[in-house]
C-alpha cells in the first residue's frame, strides 16, 4: 500500500519543460520534504500530486482517501470568521452541523486557536494566526495526505518554529502522510522522514536522503549539525541554493 505514487510525471508551460519523468513514491504515515531552489518545478509537482493540474505525461495514483492542502499564503475567505473559514471544507462537503461543530473544535485545538479567535475575522488576526487557521481548515476534514508548499516561508523564525512544532505534533498524532515543500532544509531535516532534492538542470529529482536521526531527537544542535554535513559534504545539496532560475538555460 503506497500513500502517493508519481510515475514518470512530465510537464511543460508553454513548451519549456519543468519536470521530466518524475518518479515519486510516498508510504502512509511518511513525511517527504521536498526542496530545491526557487523556479525549479516544486510547486507544479504538488499541483500535479494533489490533483490541481493536470500532468501531461505520466500517471498518478492517489491511494489515500483525503487530503489537505496549505500553501504559501493563508488563503482565506475574508468575508468569514476563523471558525468559518476551517469548517468550510465540511459545510462543502454537506456534513451535518453538529460533526461540523466538534470537527472544527477539535482542529482548532490541534493548532491551538481559542474561542477567541475563532470569532475573529481574517483582518483582525496576524500573519501567524491566519497560517494556523489555514492548517486547521487543512486539517479539519481528517486528511490522511497533507500538501505543504512552503506553508512558513513568510514567517519569522520564532514563529515558523511554533509551526513546524505544531506540524510535527499534528503528524504524530493524526498520523498523515505528507508531502512538505519547503527551500529551507533545517526545515526539512525538523520534520520530514525522507528529503528529495530537486533540481533545475535535470528538470526533476536529483536525489535523495534519509533522515537519519530519530523525530524525537532533532533538537537544534542536532538539526544544525545535520544541515552543515550536508551542505559542506554531500554534492547532493549542493545547487539548493540557486535562486536565479534563469542562469542554466
Ligand atoms: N502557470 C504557469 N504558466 C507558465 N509558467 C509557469 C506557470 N507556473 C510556473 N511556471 C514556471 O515554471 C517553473 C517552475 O515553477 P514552480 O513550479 O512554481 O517552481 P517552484 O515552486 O520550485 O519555485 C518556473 O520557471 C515558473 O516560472
Ligand atoms: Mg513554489
New binding site residues.
Given amino acids: 500500500m503506497t500513500a502517493l505514487v508519481l510515475d514518470g510525471i512530465s510537464h511543460a508551460?508553454?513548451g519549456?519543460t519543468?519536470l521530466d519523468r518524475i518518479t515519486l513514491r510516498i508510504l502512509p504515515g511518511e513525511l517527504v520534504a521536498l526542496v530545491?531552489?526557487?523556479?525549479?518545478?516544486?510547486?507544479?509537482?504538488?499541483?500535479i500530486a494533489g490533483g490541481l493540474i493536470e500532468p501531461q505525461r505520466g500517471r498518478l495514483t492517489q491511494g489515500y482517501r483525503r487530503h489537505g492542502m496549505i500553501f504559501q499564503e493563508p488563503r482565506l475567505l475574508p468575508w468569514a470568521t476563523a471558525r468559518g473559514n476551517i469548517s468550510y471544507p465540511l459545510r462543502v462537503a454537506g456534513v451535518d452541523r453538529t460533526t461540523r461543530h466538534d470537527l472544527t473544535r477539535r482542529a482548532a485545538d490541534l493548532v491551538s486557536l481559542d474561542r477567541k479567535d475563532l470569532d475573529k475575522y481574517p483582518v483582525e488576526l496576524s500573519g501567524g494566526m491566519r497560517q494556523r487557521v489555514a492548517i486547521a481548515r487543512a486539517l479539519v476534514v481528517e486528511p490522511d495526505f497533507v500538501f505543504f508548499?512552503?506553508p512558513f516561508t513568510s514567517l519569522d523564525v520564532a514563529l515558523k518554529r511554533q509551526m513546524q512544532d505544531l506540524v510535527i505534533e499534528a503528524a504524530t498524532q493524526s498520523r498523515f502522510a505528507g508531502l512538505f515543500?519547503t527551500?529551507d532544509l533545517a526545515e526539512a531535516v525538523r520534520i520530514s522522514d525522507r528529503i528529495v532534492v530537486?533540481d533545475e538542470r535535470v528538470r526533476g529529482i536529483s536525489g535523495e536522503r534519509i533522515v537519519s536521526l530519530e523525530r524525537g531527537a532533532r533538537d537544534d544542535a542536532a538539526v544544525f549539525a545535520a544541515v552543515q554535513t550536508y551542505l559542506k559534504e554531500d554534492p547532493l545539496f549542493s545547487h539548493i541554493h540557486d535562486t536565479d532560475?534563469r542562469r542554466i538555460a
Wanted: charged share 25%; hydrophobic share 25%.
Fill in positions: 508551460y508553454f519549456r519543468v530545491g531552489p526557487s523556479g525549479c518545478g516544486k510547486s507544479t509537482l504538488v499541483h508548499d512552503e515543500v527551500h530537486m532560475e
